[in-house]
């Protein structure tokens, strides 16, 4: 049977977007916020609203929360994954090599496969704690960025790993290659990320995002681009590359973040040439310092030889 709740919109969340306000009233995802709005499910003073809607002072909200026992539209399917890779695996947390083209867990705007689907489809038995859909991430990689994920399988490790994040001391590592020469080739980009206000899925710098921080080293001039080494303080959806494309130097293959379509062609990328070659944590329960590497899948290791041969 579904549940009708009623409440007034507190202070604390007025001008937020639906979807965010609720999961952080009702405590629920914000995945499962998005469906139950796109579901006709909130009303706002009589009228519904969509996920993406602000919610204003002095309004009533009624949100209609589905039946518990009924099945989730993102339950999530155990499904094998063809070149996941397990890099560590204990008791307490297990890192995978992420390939391009899986989320890390279902979501109301993804069908395709996942990361907790693809270990449920392998014999693991990961955490329990975070959202039904959520349960055991404690740090994501956008389905179209490869590379390195750690996912939690005790319910020690969870509140743990989660903690280490928060607190910003694990190591997360990426390289990219970025249009153009980033000058200066070292340095930090400190600039607020949130919600871009005219597209659904993108993200952009804005005075009233959340405060991000990218460190950033370059590694390689090529003729028309150059590899960069990101060290990430933050981690915000689609930082590096909401960053880099505000410097004007957006990842090679990134259409959404300005790339240009014609070196993206050349290379023959089909995504963001994004990936997470580094990660490092201390172990919830050892204590010992834990790292692990990756090589750079093979689209991404073509595109870097076509932009260093001399005749690119």
């Known amino acids: 049977m579904n549940t009708v709740r009623t409440f007034p919109v507190p202070d604390g969340v007025v001008g937020e977007r639906v979807d965010a306000a609720l999961a952080r009233v009702l405590g629920i995802s914000r995945s499962v916020a998005a469906q139950i709005a796109d579901d006709g499910g909130v009303l706002v003073n009589g009228r519904p609203v969509g996920k993406g809607d602000r919610l204003v002072?002095?309004?009533?909200?009624?949100?209609?929360?589905?039946?518990?026992?009924?099945?989730?539209?993102?339950?999530?399917?155990?499904?094998?994954?063809?070149?996941?890779?397990?890099?560590?695996?204990?008791?307490?947390?297990?890192?995978?090599?992420?390939?391009?083209?899986?989320?890390?867990?279902?979501?109301?705007?993804?069908?395709?496969?996942?990361?907790?689907?693809?270990?449920?489809?392998?014999?693991?038995?990961?955490?329990?704690?975070?959202a039904a859909e959520r349960q055991g991430i404690v740090h994501r990689l956008d389905a179209g960025t490869s590379g390195l994920m750690v996912v939690a399988k005790s319910e020690y490790a969870y509140s743990v790993m989660k903690r280490a994040f928060r607190e910003r001391t694990v190591e997360k590592v990426y390289h990219t290659l970025v249009q153009g020469h980033p000058e200066p080739t070292r340095g930090t980009i400190d600039a607020p990320i949130g919600r871009h206000p005219k597209s659904e899925f993108k993200f952009a710098v804005m005075p009233e995002g959340k405060r991000s921080i990218t460190h950033y080293?370059?590694?390689?001039?090529?003729?028309?681009?150059?590899?960069?080494?990101?060290?990430?303080?933050?981690?915000?959806?689609?930082?590096?590359?909401?960053?880099?494309?505000?410097?004007?130097?957006?990842?090679?293959g990134d259409l959404m973040y300005g790339a240009d379509p014609k070196l993206t062609k050349k290379v023959g990328l089909t995504r963001q040439w994004l990936h997470?070659?580094?990660?490092g944590f201390t172990h919830p329960s050892s204590g010992q310092w834990i790292q692990v590497e990756s090589e750079y899948p093979d689209d991404l290791a073509h595109a870097l030889d076509v932009l260093r041969s001399p005749y690119a």
């Not at 028309?224 to 494309?245: D, M």
């Open 57 to 130: 002072s002095d309004a009533m909200v009624e949100v209609t929360l589905p039946d518990p026992n009924a099945p989730s539209p993102l339950a999530v399917k155990p499904e094998p994954v063809a070149g996941m890779k397990i890099m560590y695996d204990d008791d307490d947390v297990v890192v995978i090599d992420k390939p391009v083209g899986v989320a890390a867990h279902p979501a109301v705007s993804w069908e395709g496969p996942t990361v907790v689907g693809a270990l449920a489809a392998a014999g693991y038995r990961i955490s329990t704690s975070g």
């Open 276 to 279: 997470a070659v580094r990660l």
């Open 217 to 252: 080293e370059v590694l390689e001039m090529l003729p028309a681009a150059s590899l960069v080494e990101v060290h990430l303080e933050t981690g915000r959806t689609h930082q590096i590359r909401v960053h880099f494309s505000a410097m004007r130097h957006p990842c090679v």
